[in-house]
């Protein structure tokens, strides 16, 4: 971890022990979660911060995620939304080449998903 990341880390956990975070309630309960199951829920958190914001690289490895914790409606979830997108793409294509009929086809496939 660089240096910066350190000092970051450091005034982050500084405001978490004065905010509500820091009281013993809570310390006790950050305290039972593993560390791992943690990590797990910022890295998904981040994902979906992302994939909100059209990534489809963020949809792709959230659906990984989410399979690795058994949670396969989520991961469908998130094909779908990638294939939806993806058939609202060729649509678009088809209709920048003025293919109206080609391109509302498309977009009748994305609309089922």
Same mark, same amino acid.
């Given at each position: 971890?660089?240096?910066? !990341? ?13 905010? !509500? ?48 914790v058994d949670?396969? !409606? ?11 997108? !993806? ?27």
């Amino acid at each position: 971890m660089s240096e910066s !990341s350190n000092g970051a880390a450091a005034d982050m956990s500084e405001l978490v022990e004065r905010s !509500s975070l820091g009281t013993r309630g809570a310390r006790q309960l950050r305290a039972r979660v593993p560390a791992e199951h943690a990590e797990l829920v910022r890295k998904i958190s981040e994902l979906l911060e992302l994939a909100d914001g059209g990534s489809i690289t963020a949809l792709l490895d959230l659906a990984d995620l989410y399979r690795k914790v058994d949670n396969d !409606s989520k991961a469908e979830e998130c094909y779908r939304q990638v294939a939806s997108y !993806s058939l609202t793409k060729v649509s678009e294509i088809h209709e920048g080449l003025g293919d109206v009929a080609g391109a509302k086809q498309w977009k009748a496939r994305a609309d089922t998903l």
